[in-house]
C-alpha cells in the first residue's frame, strides 16, 4: 500500500496539456454561443437524434473519457443489446478501442440516434447509435492518477493513465493511450462472513490480486482521392490471482490466471456526392492461459490454455439511389468476410482434452430506406425501411435476418417508429470450444438442501453441442421534445422479443433445473452435491416484454461575476496562456482588451453548418479550445432518469418441458428472479470550480420459490453514487500565485453512499451462507481519489 501510495503522489505532480482558441480573450470568459441551422445527416432521412449534447453539456458531467460519458448517459442508450455502436464525425470507426480514452474536452458534440439509424450505417438493427462529434483542433497530454478502496477495508486499487491527443483539422488525428491498473486481493477475513463448517477466511478470495496493463495507439489521415484512413494497434496484458479455499486435507487451492489480447485495425471512409463508403478491417488475438492447484504441489496443477485468432474485412456503401416527392430513396449495401481460429487444451487429474475450431463466415446486408410523405403534408412526415441479411457460417450454416420499420414524424417535436426483425445467430467459437477447466471448493447454494455446500467442484468450457438461435423482436419507440425553448427530451420504447434455442450460461441449481439436467449433476451416496458442469446451453424458448421511459433536461446557468485581478496577476495568467496555444495556432495576442473597449466580450461570427449531422463547430475561433484561466465559465445543471417495467420474462427450459416464469418466483441467477421495476436517475451542477455529479439505481425486491427453506426474499435495493470535482482553471487569483495548479483537476467519488447491499431472508428469516450480503456485493461502499492534468 506504501508502493501505491508513492505511486499516486508523483502522479499527482505530474503535468499535462490542453489547448486553447488562439484569438479567444483570456480573461474575457463570457460563454460564445454559436448559433447555425441544424442540418441532419442526409444518410438518416427524417431520424432526428434522441438526444445531442453540447460542449457544456458535456463538461457538467464531469468524467475524463468517453468510456466514462457513455456510463453517464446510459439512461439513454440503456436500449438495444449490449454497448451502442459509435460513429466519430459521422463516419464508422475501427472499434470503440480507438477512442474510449479521449479526453471529453476534444467533444464539440454528442448525437444518441435510435436504433432505426444503425442499419444506414451497416450496423444490426438491435443497438442504438452514438455520434461523437469533434472539435477541429485540439491538443492534450493528460496525465491522471487515482486511488480507489471500500471503505470496509481490506482493498487498495490504483490507476494512473497517460493520454495524448492531437487533433489537426477533420481528418488528421494522434491518439496514444497507456493505462496501468492494480488491486489488491480482497480475502473473505477482511468481511464479516459466517461459515457453516467453521472455514478460516484467509483461504478464500472475493476479489482477485490483479495487474492491468493496456496500450492503444492510432493516427488517421487523409489519403488521395480524399479518403480518410485510420489505423489502430493495441495490447492489453492482464494477471489475476485467486485463493479458492482450502480442501478436505486443508491444502489450498489457488489460480493464476493471464491474459494477453492484442489488436491492428484500419477503417477508410470516403465521401461522395450521393453516399459515402467504409472499409474495416482488423486482426485479433487472444490467449488465456489458467493454472489451478494445490500451492504446495504445483506438479499436480490442473492448466488450461485457450488461444483465439480473428482476422475480418467489412464494406458499407451507402447512397441516395432516385428522387422520390417525399425526398431521396437510399440504400446501405454491407458485405462481410471473418474468419476465427480456436485452439484450447486442458489437463486435469492427469486426463489431457484437446479443441480446434475454426470458423468462416461470409455475409452480405442490404437496406432500403423510402420516404413516403414530406412534413408539408397533414399527416407529417413519414418513411419507411427494409432489411435482410445473410451469412454463410462454416460450421452453423446459413443464418436469415430481415427486418422492416416505419418512421412517422407527425410533429416537429414528435417522432415515433415501429420496427421488426427477425435473426438467426450461432453460438461463439468461445461457447463451442473454451477449454475445459475445474475450480475446487466452489461456494454453491443447494435449493434442494437448503444448504450451502463450499466444496463443490464447479466445471466450466465449451459445448460443442449448442445449436443457432433464433430470435423475432418487434420495438415501438417515441421520442418527444415538448417545449421549443427548453432542453427536455422524453423517450418511451417497448420492446417484445422471442428467442428460441436461447443460449445461456447454466442457471441455479434449483430443483426443476437438476431434473432437466440431471446429468449435469454428481451428488455422493448421502445426497451431498460434488460437482455440476456449468459449460453454456441451449434453452428451448425465452420471452421477454418491457416497457422503457427516459427523461433528459438541462438548463444552462448564469456565468459568474467577472473576477477582479490586479495588473500583476493578468500579467501572469497572459502568460500561462500562452504556454497553452499549439504550434498551428496564431501567436498571442498583445493581451485582452480593455473592458469596455469596442472589442471586449465581442462574439466571432456565426460558423457554417457542418455537413456531419448537426450545427456549426461551436466554440472560439482556432478550434474552439475551451476556457482557460478565469472562472467566468457558463454553469449548467441537467438530470436525466430511465424506468424500465417489465412485463413478461419467461423462459421454457425444453419443449415440452416446464415454464419459468422469472418475475414470479422462479430463477436462472444468484442475484435471484428477474426485477418488475428498475429505476436510474443522473443529475449534475457545474458552476465555476465546483461540479457535482449524482446518480441513483433502484431494483424492485423479487422471490425465489423452490428452496428447502421455503421462499426465499430478495429485498429491493437502492445505491446513491456522488462526485465532486474542483477545477483549479475557475481560480485566476490562484492560478496566477501557483502557474503549475493551471488545467488541474481533483475530484472525490463515493459509489453507494450508504453501503447497502442485497438482503435475502429465507421463509424462517434466516440467512443463507451463501447469500449473505458481503458474499453477494463485497465491495460496498468505495472511496476514489482521482487527479488530472492537462500538461503544455
Not at 46 to 70: N, Q, R
Not at 638 to 656: K, P, Q, R, V
Not at 725 to 752: C, E, M
Request: proline share 5%; aromatic share 6%; with cysteine.
Amino acid at each position: 500500500m506504501k508502493k501505491s501510495l508513492v505511486v499516486v503522489s508523483l502522479c499527482a505532480g505530474s503535468v499535462g496539456l490542453t489547448g486553447i482558441a488562439a484569438a479567444q480573450d483570456e480573461l474575457n470568459l463570457d460563454t460564445i454561443v454559436i448559433e447555425s441551422s441544424r442540418i441532419l445527416n442526409p444518410e438518416l432521412g427524417i431520424i432526428k437524434p434522441e438526444l445531442t449534447l453540447d460542449s457544456s453539456d458535456i463538461s457538467a458531467y464531469g468524467v475524463t473519457s468517453l468510456e466514462d460519458l457513455l456510463t453517464e448517459i446510459s439512461t439513454v442508450t440503456g436500449g438495444g443489446s449490449g454497448r451502442p455502436e459509435m460513429l466519430l464525425n459521422g463516419k464508422r470507426i475501427s472499434g470503440f478501442r480507438e477512442i474510449r480514452k479521449y479526453p471529453p474536452e476534444a467533444l464539440e458534440r454528442v448525437e444518441v440516434l435510435s436504433e432505426d439509424a444503425a442499419l444506414r450505417y451497416g450496423f444490426r438493427p438491435d443497438k442504438k447509435v452514438i455520434n461523437f462529434i469533434l472539435k477541429e483542433n485540439f491538443h492534450s497530454l493528460t496525465a491522471e492518477a487515482g486511488v480507489e478502496a471500500p471503505s470496509d477495508g481490506g482493498q487498495f486499487i490504483t490507476e494512473i493513465e497517460l493520454n495524448n491527443l492531437q487533433l489537426s483539422g477533420e481528418n488528421r488525428r494522434w491518439n496514444t493511450d497507456f493505462e496501468y491498473n492494480t488491486q489488491d486481493a480482497l480475502f473473505e477475513s477482511d468481511r464479516d462472513i459466517v461459515y457453516a463448517d467453521g472455514e478460516d477466511g484467509t483461504m478464500r478470495t472475493l476479489e482477485p490480486e490483479q495487474d492491468t496493463l493496456d496500450l492503444v495507439g492510432s493516427f488517421s489521415h487523409m489519403l488521395p482521392g480524399e479518403i480518410s484512413a485510420t489505423y489502430l494497434g493495441s495490447i492489453v496484458n492482464e494477471n489475476a490471482n485467486s485463493v479458492l479455499g482450502a480442501d478436505n486435507d486443508g491444502n489450498l487451492n489457488v489460480r493464476e490466471q493471464d491474459t494477453l489480447t492484442g489488436e491492428a485495425s484500419f477503417v477508410l471512409n470516403k465521401m461522395l456526392d450521393t453516399g459515402n463508403w467504409t472499409v474495416n478491417g482488423a486482426y485479433s488475438y487472444e490467449n488465456v492461459d489458467r493454472v489451478t492447484g494445490i500451492a504446495t504441489s504445483p506438479e499436480d496443477d490442473s492448466t488450461s490454455q485457450t488461444t483465439t485468432d480473428g482476422l475480418s474485412v467489412d464494406a458499407v456503401y451507402f447512397r441516395n439511389l432516385f428522387s422520390l416527392p417525399a425526398g431521396f430513396v437510399g440504400t446501405t449495401i454491407q458485405s462481410g468476410y471473418s474468419k476465427t481460429e480456436l485452439s484450447s487444451s486442458s489437463m486435469s487429474g492427469g486426463e489431457e482434452e484437446q479443441t480446434e475450431l475454426s470458423r468462416d463466415n461470409l455475409n452480405a446486408q442490404i437496406s432500403l430506406d423510402v420516404p413516403v410523405l414530406t412534413e408539408e403534408f397533414v399527416l407529417g412526415a413519414i418513411s419507411t425501411n427494409f432489411n435482410g441479411q445473410l451469412s454463410d457460417v462454416s460450421d452453423a450454416g446459413e443464418l436469415l435476418s430481415y427486418g422492416y420499420g416505419l418512421t412517422w414524424q407527425p410533429l416537429s417535436q414528435l417522432q415515433l417508429m415501429a420496427s421488426s426483425t427477425y435473426s438467426e445467430n450461432a453460438p461463439t467459437v468461445s461457447q463451442l470450444g473454451a477449454a475445459y477447466q475445474v475450480t475446487p471448493n466452489s461456494r454453491v447454494f443447494d435449493f434442494s438442501t437448503g444448504q450451502t455446500i463450499e466444496n463443490v467442484e464447479k466445471i466450466t468450457g465449451g459445448n460443442a453441442d449448442l445449436q443457432n438461435e433464433e430470435s423475432q423482436l418487434l420495438r415501438l419507440n417515441a421520442s418527444w421534445e415538448p417545449f421549443s425553448e427548453r432542453r427536455v427530451n422524453i423517450v418511451a420504447t417497448y420492446t417484445d422479443e422471442r428467442i428460441e434455442n436461447v443460449i445461456s450460461s447454466f442457471p441455479d441449481l434449483t430443483p426443476i433445473i437438476e431434473e432437466a439436467y440431471a446429468d449435469r449433476v454428481v451428488r455422493d451416496d448421502d445426497g451431498q452435491l460434488v460437482s455440476i458442469d456449468t459449460r453454456a446451453l441451449n434453452f428451448a424458448e425465452k420471452i421477454e416484454k418491457k416497457l422503457s421511459l427516459s427523461l433528459n433536461w438541462s438548463k444552462s446557468l448564469k456565468a459568474n461575476e467577472r473576477p477582479e485581478l490586479s495588473t500583476e496577476e493578468r500579467q501572469k495568467l497572459r502568460a500561462v496562456m500562452s504556454k497553452r496555444r499549439s504550434k498551428d495556432e496564431a501567436p498571442p495576442s498583445e493581451g485582452p482588451p480593455e473592458e469596455g473597449s469596442p472589442d471586449a466580450g465581442a462574439a466571432p461570427p456565426k460558423q457554417a453548418a457542418s455537413a456531419r449531422g448537426g450545427a456549426g463547430r461551436g466554440g472560439p475561433p482556432g478550434g474552439g479550445r475551451g476556457p482557460g484561466p478565469g472562472g467566468r465559465g457558463q454553469g449548467r445543471i441537467y438530470f436525466s432518469a430511465s424506468y424500465d417495467l417489465a412485463l413478461e420474462d419467461t423462459l421454457l427450459i425444453s419443449e415440452g418441458g416446464t415454464k419459468l416464469d422469472l418475475l414470479n418466483g422462479d430463477t436462472i441467477s444468484s442475484a435471484g428472479g428477474t426485477s418488475e421495476h428498475t429505476f436510474s436517475a443522473r443529475g449534475g451542477y457545474s458552476k465555476g470550480a465546483i461540479g457535482l455529479n449524482t446518480r441513483m439505481n433502484w431494483e424492485s425486491g423479487t422471490q425465489v420459490n423452490g428452496s428447502q427453506l421455503g421462499t426465499l426474499d430478495f429485498d429491493p435495493l437502492l445505491t446513491i453514487d456522488a462526485r465532486i470535482r474542483y477545477d483549479f482553471d475557475n481560480k485566476p487569483k490562484l492560478i496566477a500565485k501557483y502557474p503549475l495548479l493551471s488545467a488541474t483537476s481533483i475530484s472525490l467519488s463515493v459509489d453507494n453512499i450508504f453501503n447497502e447491499k442485497r438482503n435475502v431472508t429465507s421463509a424462517d428469516g434466516s440467512v443463507p451462507i451463501s447469500y449473505q450480503p458481503d458474499i453477494l456485493d463485497p465491495l460496498g461502499r468505495v472511496i476514489e481519489i482521482k487527479f488530472r492534468k492537462l500538461i503544455f
